[in-house]
C-alpha cells in the first residue's frame, strides 16, 4: 500500500521560529509537492520538486523554502514563522508531474 | 493561479441518490483529476481523465469530460453517508507543469 507520511499531524509555534516540516514517500515517486489549504482558498501550490536536490517555485512560495536531499524525502522550511502562515499543510507525490497525485494527512500548523 | 472552478459549493442530498458535481476551467489541459478529502485529512485520488477521452467510470463513479466547453463532471451513484466528504477537480495543462486544484464542493450524504 503506497503511503506518503508527514512529521506532524498538529504543530503549534511562535512567531519568528524556525520551522521543519518533513515529508516521507515509499514509493519512488520522482515528483513531490507542497501544498497549503486554507478555508475559502482551496489548494494553493508553495513548492515542487521533480527530482533530487530540484525545486520550482509554485504560486505561493514567499516565506518557504525546500530541501530535497533524498528521493523518498522532501522537506518544508518557514525560516521565520508568521501569523498568516497557520494553515492546514499538505504533501503529496507522483510518478509525473501532471499525474494522479498520492496525498499526506497534513499537517495543521498553528503560528501564535 | 485558480484553474478549476467546482459547482456547486456545497451538495446535502438523502442516501441513495445521485450527486452530481461540476468542474470548469480556463485554459486547454493535458488531463483532468477528482479527488476526495474526508475533514481534515489528506486528499484521496479518484480518477483521472485525459483530453482525448470523454467518460470514465470507476465503480460508482462516472466522470465526462467536454473540452469544447472547458467543463467536467462527476457523478457519484447510489450515493452513501460514507461519500460525505469535500470532492476537487485538478487540471494539468501539459505532461510537465503541476496540477491546479479548484476550491471543492462539500457533499453531504444524509442518511
Known amino acids: 500500500d503506497v503511503k506518503v507520511t508527514q512529521s506532524s499531524r498538529y504543530l503549534v509555534k511562535r512567531t519568528g521560529e524556525k520551522v521543519f516540516l518533513e515529508c516521507v514517500q515509499d514509493?519512488?515517486?520522482?515528483?513531490m509537492f507542497w501544498y497549503r489549504q486554507d478555508p475559502g482558498l482551496g489548494l494553493r501550490l508553495i513548492y515542487f520538486?521533480?527530482?533530487?536536490?530540484?525545486?520550482e517555485k509554485g504560486d505561493i512560495p514567499e516565506g518557504y523554502s525546500v530541501s530535497r536531499e533524498k528521493k523518498e524525502r522532501f522537506s518544508l522550511i518557514l525560516e521565520s514563522a508568521s501569523t498568516n502562515q497557520t494553515s492546514m499543510y499538505l504533501c503529496?507525490?507522483?510518478?509525473?508531474?501532471?499525474?494522479?497525485?498520492?496525498f499526506g494527512p497534513g499537517t495543521r500548523l498553528t503560528v501564535t | 493561479s485558480q484553474q478549476g472552478e467546482e459547482d456547486p459549493q456545497a451538495l446535502s442530498i438523502q442516501e441513495g441518490e445521485n450527486a452530481t458535481m461540476n468542474c470548469s476551467y480556463k485554459?486547454?489541459?493535458?488531463?483532468l483529476q477528482w479527488y476526495r478529502q474526508n475533514s481534515g485529512r489528506g486528499l484521496v485520488h479518484l480518477i483521472l481523465?485525459?483530453?482525448?477521452?470523454r467518460e470514465k467510470h470507476s465503480g460508482r463513479l462516472r466522470v465526462t469530460l467536454d473540452t469544447s466547453k472547458k467543463s467536467s463532471s462527476l457523478l457519484i451513484t447510489a450515493s452513501r453517508a460514507a461519500d460525505t466528504a469535500s470532492y476537487f477537480c485538478?487540471?494539468?495543462?501539459?505532461?510537465?507543469?503541476?496540477?491546479?486544484f479548484g476550491k471543492g464542493t462539500r457533499l453531504s450524504v444524509i442518511a
Open positions: 503529496a507525490s507522483s510518478t509525473g508531474t501532471s499525474g494522479d497525485q498520492y
Open positions: 485554459t486547454s489541459i493535458n488531463n
Open positions: 514509493m519512488d515517486h520522482e515528483n
Open positions: 520538486s521533480y527530482d533530487v536536490k530540484m525545486k
Open positions: 481523465i485525459r483530453s482525448n477521452e
Open positions: 485538478a487540471t494539468a495543462r501539459s505532461g510537465n507543469t503541476p496540477l491546479v
